[in-house]
């Protein structure tokens, strides 16, 4: 299957997440949200219309960061928005990680209604390509850092019910 063709193998009601996009969200117990994701081999039109679609769902749902199968791709790309600085990243490999770590209760758009306390790296170094293919490496930070390390672990079906802790409801959540 072309990685730029939505896999619709689900038992869950089909419906579009919001205005500006035809995606459908996928959360638990979507079998998607467990693979391991192929790497992404075409920078096409249709990625980079995917990619305005994503930032779509993101902002409709609230959510800081969205991994492929999120909405159907088992593909390793995701996107990113914090205070609107954007980020697309396809192929991310992690170079190095720093000695320390932070921890903050996280939300997943696929695991609607859960919080829970995960500890992360406090820096990152990442490579990637950008939406033309092009070859990036960034170092990053706090929230930034942790959106990247939350999407990445989307990428081989790692999700925050795996490696976080229960937390009150009523503690922030930062949506991914
Ligand atoms: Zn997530």
């Known amino acids: 299957m072309p990685e730029t063709e939505q ?4 038992d869950q009601a089909q419906k579009a997440s919001g205005e500006g996009t035809s995606l459908v969200l996928r959360t638990l117990p979507d079998p998607i949200l467990r693979d391991q994701c192929r790497a992404v081999e075409k920078f096409d039109k249709k990625l980079r219309r995917l990619v305005k679609e994503m930032k779509a769902v993101m ?9 492929g199968p999120q909405v159907g791709f088992s593909s390793q790309f995701f996107t990113a928005e914090i205070e609107e600085e954007f980020l697309f990243l396809a192929n991310p490999q992690l170079v ?15 695991l609607p209604g859960r919080a829970l306390r995960v500890a992360r790296a406090s820096e990152i170094t990442v490579t990637g390509q950008d939406q033309k293919g ?3 490496t960034l170092t990053l930070n706090g929230l930034w ?3 990247v390390l939350h999407e990445m672990d989307h990428l081989r079906g790692v999700l925050i ?15 991914g």
Not at 96 to 110: I, K, N, R
Not at 162 to 173: F, I, N, W
């Open 7 to 10: 896999n619709n193998n689900t």
């Open 59 to 67: 902002r409709n749902n609230d959510g800081i960061g969205l991994a």
């Open 96 to 110: 190095e990680t720093s000695q320390t770590e932070d921890e903050l209760v996280e939300g997943c758009l696929s």
């Open 134 to 136: 092009k070859k990036k």
């Open 145 to 147: 850092a942790r959106v």
């Open 161 to 175: 019910s795996d490696c976080g802790l229960p937390v009150p409801p009523a503690q922030e959540d930062n949506s």
